[in-house]
């Protein structure tokens, strides 16, 4: 299973609200060899860490390519440029972020490209979509599944259902 985590919090002309930016972005993914197999619903997250930022609009996909990891990364950061992501400081507010959560359980640690995504199991605003398409995933390092690991988080960092009442900034 290849899943990409996929996310927004500023608007991306001509795309529009981050909502309407994440549904541009998965819609391109056929165009540059990515087929979507499975995708949560949109979820709404507070800035991971917490800051006055805008919420952000999260979700991942299940997806199937004949990209290589890397090459799949690159495809990824090319996208994410065309809707108008900058690159400046970390945890910066961003029109797309479109991550590589897991390709296949393989396991690598580069400057490029480290997988499983090194914080995933600490993100319920990952965790959450992802228990939700896939329940049963296994972390490969972990050894436990997407629904273990988000009943493992501590309270905090609220996310809902995008469509469902906004949980209280934290």
Same mark, same amino acid.
């Given at each position: 299973m290849?899943?990409i985590?996929?996310?927004?919090? @500023?608007a991306? +002309?001509?795309?529009?609200s981050p909502?309407?930016t994440?549904?541009a972005?998965v819609?391109q993914? &056929?165009?540059?060899?990515?087929?979507v197999?499975?995708?949560s619903?949109?979820?709404l #997250?507070?800035?991971? &860490? +917490? #800051?006055d930022?805008?919420? =952000?609009?999260?979700?991942?996909a299940?997806? %199937?390519t004949? @990209? $290589?990891?890397?090459?799949?990364l690159? $495809?990824?950061?090319?996208?994410?440029?065309?809707f108008?992501?900058r690159?400046?400081? *970390?945890?910066a $507010?961003?029109? @797309?972020?479109?991550? /590589?959560?897991? =390709?296949?359980?393989?396991?690598?640690a580069s400057?490029? /490209?480290?997988? *499983?995504? &090194?914080?995933?199991? %600490?993100?319920?605003f990952?965790l $959450? &979509?992802?228990? %939700?398409?896939a329940p049963?995933w296994?972390? *490969?390092? @972990?050894?436990?599944?997407? #629904?273990?690991l988000?009943?493992?988080?501590?309270?905090?960092? +609220?996310?809902?259902?995008?469509?469902? +009442?906004?949980? *209280?900034?934290g």
């Open positions: 290849i899943l985590g996929i996310g927004s919090n @500023l991306a +002309p001509p795309f529009g909502e309407d994440v549904n972005a819609a993914l &056929p165009a540059i060899g990515i087929a197999a499975l995708r619903r949109w979820y #997250s507070q800035p991971v &860490p +917490p #800051s930022q805008p919420w =952000y609009v999260n979700g991942v299940a997806v %199937e004949r @990209l $290589a990891p890397a090459a799949l690159t $495809a990824l950061l090319l996208l994410e440029t065309r108008g992501r690159r400046g400081a *970390p945890n $507010a961003r029109t @797309l972020d479109l991550d /590589l959560i897991d =390709y296949d359980g393989r396991q690598c400057e490029r /490209l480290t997988m *499983p995504h &090194p914080r995933l199991h %600490e993100r319920r990952v $959450a &979509p992802l228990a %939700e398409i049963g296994r972390h *490969p390092r @972990l050894a436990l599944t997407a #629904s273990e988000l009943i493992r988080l501590a309270p905090g960092d +609220p996310v809902c259902a995008l469509g469902e +009442p906004a949980p *209280p900034r």
